[in-house]
């Protein structure tokens, strides 16, 4: 549905702005229904001045002083980014945790899905193959040889899902010494034992590089090498790999969906190309699925360092306890001191499409991010690839960049992404599968094969929060049941892994 | 060839080491032609003291210490990585730059290869479809399209040698403006100028990304960018990708060779899984053919700073004036505070496949691979993924990880990599043939179908490093022209690209 009048919308009592929700944006003279009336046009998703804000006054959204007012901004005029002055990051060291009172929630009884159970107790929601790598130099034998497994191998095991080679950038060439090597290795190592590949582990190797496979391997009793320089050659090697993924399709082969309770869900949450919308309708409408989540038992993570490090004074109440708030501090701190070592602060994040989108900052971008965590507790905060040991709400501590968090968030161990969008990106991953929610209808409507959900209903009228967040959470139960697929999965949209790498290489 | 007879190999005439050649290593009590006995078992490519080196002393090899003996090491007896203490580094501020005298060497003419001429004045020895990305956003979509431009459009241009989706990690989710991101930019940026590429450019963007497609573009008359946000969903994405790269495979299908004078050749020299026979055979062999290349007048690059640092006062001498030696001190000095800020040093060169090849350091491995160079004068010093403004001998700085410096050197131009190994990687580029060179004839008889030129020949007594580096000369000349293919073509080895960033990520 196309809006027939003028909207906007005003996300807290406190706020000074609203955010234009007519597509193509209005023109200087609109009047809306209260009677307020705009002065300049203002683009879709752009903020307009419900008030005079004189220069230096605080411009507030969310609640939140967004950034402070550069010029006079006289009431009813749209707030362009370069009127925005960015307001100093909260200082992580002079805060203090206090725990917030966040009412007890109803459990979600009963609530099931029917998924693959793993060897290691954890579930699956897609039975496939997955061939890892120590290092980049196995990765161009690997190609060859997974597509000969695909061509002539899959066609034999109609109830294995896929081949997914884990190739990465990581294994030798790099300082594998440096104090932050630790995040790579880490990642790798828990990549190898993803939920969605059934505990079976197969890695080709080179033989001399510097990641050990058997940091890889971990002790898992089914692990294969494959160690392409004890192997006669190219053919021989290819040949190999072949030989050796058989036996694991034939017993990924024989595996069947069974029913599992919604608690042995681990859902990641993400966002890429947001606009000033995804803080009004889509991000809010993951973080009731989240909040349903949380009461089914779930595990869901929320991420991106550079998108949450403005609003960590709203998110420490939320921590569980003090030890909890403690790790959420010092992620903030890891990444603040990773980004002023490269020349850079907090404010390399936003991107053009952001701003056209009418983020004027990071600021404003990062209180529309974390609406994603919903409501609930924070009951424990990872490094980046870490596993959680906690269920409930997970703060996974990692870079917002779109790849290296899915990867991450693959290594944490989730199955399944919801990743919202404003924008609009066709993103994918091979390993699990990724519902888009996008933040208007406009980008739905341009993108009837790319978006799963339109969260853009909900600034129309036609939806609310509280449907879409409720049509997340089914659509979550069906896509991990094998019900339903995403369009990333028809289609089959797969980016490629990211390691994070802090540490040089060599 | 296997020797018949124990065979040991010194460098220098002031080395009191010498390698053991013979495969399988040599047994304690073997006694050599001179009379030289074994005190213990050595492995093949392993050192051998020549003399009773006393504690403290240093161990000489290529005429320069490569370490000091932790331990009294008798006469005969292996020298061990755990005997070898690690020699400071040479400290790049005291370094004072003097000429050295390097002989003219007369001119190769008349030497022609059979190459593709680019509107740029460049030369192509392939014939690709290169489609580029400003953002991994566009990665899984180019994918899907590059597929059925292979099996739909490909067959019907045979004189185009295929596609390549130029994928990387790099365009958004970055610190764009950190001091250090002039890197990655520069380095995508130059690979859409490749001249394999036939000065085609198609490029996928996303639409909201930081790095901007017009960055990447850099006015070239004959761009074309399909912008995936502004089409209507996948289906009609993949369509536009695919519709746009026909009219390119048209003007590239009429392309055909012409005669170039071999001073058109851009040729980067990388080492992989080196040992210590690296430096003995195969790199002097390559070294031997970067001398012709020079002569022919041709560019040549050699990279890698880990594997220079320690061999930079060699270097230096050899630089054509003392600005050229300043920008290579430069080089040395922007490593050292990289590796520095991540915790590590130099040291964190050198793999267990180095060390288990013979390689005790990373001034042992430096002294091997500097000899790649050859002899001539170094011209120019180039920042990674700098394109070269002169001929002849070219210092391109880059990190020494292979896919990082293949990677940089593709965006410095090169239109083919001479890469050389002594443990074994089956490394490829996509966008360039690579020759392979072994350092030992037990990995050239293990690997008949991806090594190209066995330079162990070299410490048999069947060859030469003249005759090899010649064999090298020629097969440059012959793949060049198409007329010959390398096995990594064969087989078509890919390896990923990996853009180098040394700025954070957001």
Redesign the interface.
Known sequence: MTLNKPLKIKMQEADNVAVIANEGGLKAGTVFEDGFTLTTDVPQAHKAALVDIPKGRGIVRYGQIIGYAKKDIPKGSWIDESLVGLPPAVDVHQLVYKQAEIPAREPLKGLTFQGYKNPDGSVGVLNLLGIHTSV??????L??AVKKIREELLPKYPHVDGVVAL?H?YG?????????AKVPIRTIKNLAKHPNLGGELLIVS?????L?PEVVIDGNPRAVEIV??DK????A?VAAIVKAAEPILERLNKRTRVTCPAADLVIGLQC??SDAFSGVTSNPAVGYAADLLERAGATVMFSEV?EVRDGVDRLLPRCANAKVGKRLLEEMQWYDN??T????DRA??T????K??GLSNIVEKAMGSIIKSGTGTINEVLSPAERPTKKGLIYAAT???????GTCQLASGIQMQVFTTG??????LAMAPVIKVCSRSAVAK?????IDVNAGRIAEGDATIESVGKEIFALILAVASGEKQT??QK??????L?V?NP????
């Open positions: 980049q130099c196995t990765a161009g034998v190609d060859l190739k950038a030798c060439g790099v300082a594998i010494n440096a104090p932050e080179l033989g001399c590089e510097k050990r392409l320089q006669a050659g190219m053919a090697s890429g190309g550079t990773y980004l070592m490269g020349g850079v390399a994040n991107t053009p499409g952001n056209k989108g870079p917002a960049s779109d790849f290296v968090c924008r609009g990106t066709p993103y994918g341009h993108w009837p094969d790319i369009w990333a289609w089959k949209i797969y980016n490629d990211c994070f540490a040089p290489i060599t």
